[in-house]
């Protein structure tokens, strides 16, 4: 099960339902089933509380992802910063929306076992958000 709740912030739109079957269809293209996910949209002050709470990090992120998986089912709580979102779309000359849709998938990325903080690792995430993307797009043009 796929969830959504906000702490400190409003829900963003997002329609839950074709972003929950486009969570599945990426998981299940790395060769994952999904199981229970959690997301949370908070503002600034809370991701950088958790950051530092949890992850012992005194900085701003746009998303903490804490991994529960088991054998080949992804789960996980997935905690996403607006604030950051929103500062990071006006940086990158990107829409709000594209954005929230990079962060939510890149988390779900980073379940499937593909990481960005090794030499040459940033580039394959990218690819990867941006084919999930471009499936996005498609899943949206068949709803229509």
């Known amino acids: ?6 702490e400190g912030v409003k829900m963003p739109k997002i329609r839950k ?3 929950s079957k486009w969570i599945k269809a990426v998981a299940k293209s790395h060769g994952y089933e999904t199981g ?7 503002n600034d002050e809370k991701i950088l509380q958790i950051n ?8 701003y992120t746009d998303i903490i992802t804490f991994d529960y998986d088991e054998a080949n ?5 997935l905690v996403i910063s607006i604030d950051t979102v929103r500062t990071n779309a006006e940086l990158f000359k990107k829409t709000y929306q594209n954005e929230l849709e990079r962060v939510i998938i890149h988390g779900i990325l ?8 090794g030499p040459g690792e940033r580039e394959i995430m990218e690819d990867n958000e941006n084919k999930a993307l471009i499936l996005l797009r498609k899943m949206e043009a068949e709803e229509k």
């Open 36 to 42: 229970d996910i959690g997301y949370m949209f908070v």
């Open 1 to 6: 099960m796929i969830t959504y709740s906000a």
């Open 110 to 117: 980073h379940l499937c076992g593909i990481n960005d903080k």
């Open 17 to 19: 339902r074709l972003i």
């Open 52 to 59: 530092n709470e949890y992850l012992k990090h005194d900085y």
């Open 73 to 77: 089912t992804i789960s996980g709580d």
